[in-house]
């Protein structure tokens, strides 16, 4: 990321807003939808010792603080960066030969991707970007 947090934007009261990332650690994912919340995930230790945590933004008494989720029951495979959170312990990653895999951490199973080329997800909006209300 090379920057010490994440930007927002407040649409509502049309304010940005620094939020510093979470403990110290490296990260290891893009900027994650988690079950509506803004997400990163954080490797402590080094690659072949380490624990992976899903941290998330939560709003408490109308703040936005980074609290720890759960850690990541890392597979075989070591996970070097990931994409996507699917929901339900799901994820898609790239391992340290940069090939993709989808991870279920509940099975523990992978699924290689035939090549890594890029991985998108696409979630519906109820915002219009006319007038920025919301649909109906």
């Known amino acids: 990321p090379g920057t010490d947090g994440i930007l927002s934007f407040d649409l509502h009261d049309e304010v940005f807003r620094m939020h510093k990332y979470p403990a110290s650690g490296e990260i290891i994912s893009e900027v994650l939808d988690f079950e509506g919340s803004i997400a990163l995930i954080l490797r402590s230790g080094d690659q072949w010792a380490s624990v992976l945590t899903v941290w998330a933004l939560d709003e408490v008494d109308g703040n936005l603080l980074w609290a720890e989720k759960f850690n990541i029951i890392e597979p075989a495979r070591k996970i070097a960066y990931v994409l996507i959170y699917i929901g339900d312990g799901k994820f898609v990653a790239r391992d340290y030969s ?30 219009s970007l006319q007038g920025f209300g919301r649909l109906e």
């Open 98 to 127: 940069r090939a993709g895999f989808f991870y279920d951490m509940n099975k523990r199973t992978c699924v290689e991707f035939r090549r890594y080329i890029s991985v998108v997800q696409f979630r519906g909006s109820l915002l």
